[in-house]
């Protein structure tokens, strides 16, 4: 057999997997080589069937057995791929009832195979596939479950990392700090949705309750403290300075961007949320010096020079704060 007769059987084979039309082409291939070949014309004589009926009744055989030997491996197929989806879908698959996350595991398998033996990254399409899957508008929450669900399933898989100690952080030293790039744990994933997702995926967790909302605006940190993923809720400025900081912005930069969503964000409280949750695991030195960072910040917030020396000194009574605790 050439390479290109194989390629040819291969894609013959997963055509019939995916749906039983397409299966007669491999009969032919599949279908055995008839062991009976050389007594099959004694026994038509003893019983007096033609040698042409002995054969029809032969292929019809192998062609049952062929049948039912693909329909087999296509129902193992299947109930892997199903298996794979709830497990990274667990909530999705609570919402949605078995009978639609069984036809929706088939449709995206057929519209995204799977590209390799391992069946962990098999989803990682399905937040996006759902939104084209869905129509209707009144579930199109679902999509960002989704999104929400395959970020702690890749939390789940992702590389430990070693954080910061006190003392580590202790002598990386306030000032130098604010000019700093921080190092963001590779398991984090920020979200921001138009519904409740972070309430709806507590409520499927052990004592939760369904909100009564679902169209509540929401930011979500997925962070994995230890070894089992969970989700932090954010506010809008969390949310952006959490961004810019994965974005590879300096601390001074992302607090830029949260105090100009709310003058009254409370970074001493969330600093230590994040350091509590690993989110933020170390600091890398800043190269920029912290006149020039102040220069920047000025013209791009538009903000009077008092207000900015009022920001920093807040910036720096709450670094304080947040380095005592610790």
Not at 158 to 170: I, K, R, S
Request: charged share 20%.
């Amino acid at each position: 057999m050439t390479t290109a007769q194989l390629e040819l059987l291969q894609r013959s084979f997963a055509n019939a997997l995916d749906d039983a039309k397409h299966e007669q082409p491999l009969h032919r291939r599949l279908r055995p080589v008839p062991s009976t070949a050389a007594w099959a014309p004694a026994r038509s004589r003893e019983t007096g069937i033609s040698d042409s009926h002995t054969h029809l009744a032969a292929g019809l055989d192998a062609d049952a057995n062929v049948h039912r030997g693909i329909g087999l491996y296509r129902g193992n197929v299947r109930s892997h791929w199903r298996a794979a989806l709830a497990n990274a879908y667990p909530v999705l698959l609570a919402l949605v009832g078995d009978a639609w996350f069984d036809a929706l595991s088939i449709a995206y398998a057929r519209a995204h195979p799977s590209q390799s033996g391992d069946l962990n990254s098999f989803g990682d399409k399905l937040p996006a596939f759902i939104g084209q899957y869905e129509r209707n508008r009144r579930y199109r929450y679902f999509g960002d479950v989704a999104r929400l669900e395959w970020s702690l399933h890749v939390a789940y898989f992702a590389a430990d990392v070693t954080p910061f100690t006190p003392q580590q952080w202790l002598a990386a030293g306030e000032d130098r700090l604010l000019d700093s790039q921080l190092v963001v744990n590779p398991a984090c994933t920020a979200l921001a949705s138009r519904h409740a997702i972070a309430d709806i995926w507590l409520a499927h967790q052990p004592g939760g309750i369904m909100p009564r909302r679902l169209q509540v605006p929401t930011w979500a940190l997925v962070v994995r403290p230890r070894w089992r993923p969970t989700i932090l809720v954010h506010s809008a400025a969390a949310h952006a300075a959490f961004v810019a900081l994965q974005g590879g912005k300096t601390l001074n930069e992302a607090l830029d961007a949260a105090f100009a969503l709310d003058p009254e964000f409370d970074f001493t409280s969330q600093w230590q949320t994040w350091i509590s949750a690993t989110a933020i695991t170390g600091a890398v030195a800043g190269t920029t010096a912290r006149s020039v960072s102040r220069s920047c910040a000025t013209p791009r917030l538009q903000r009077p020079r008092f207000t900015l020396q009022s920001d920093e000194v807040k910036r720096a009574r709450q670094m304080n704060q947040a380095f005592a605790a610790r």
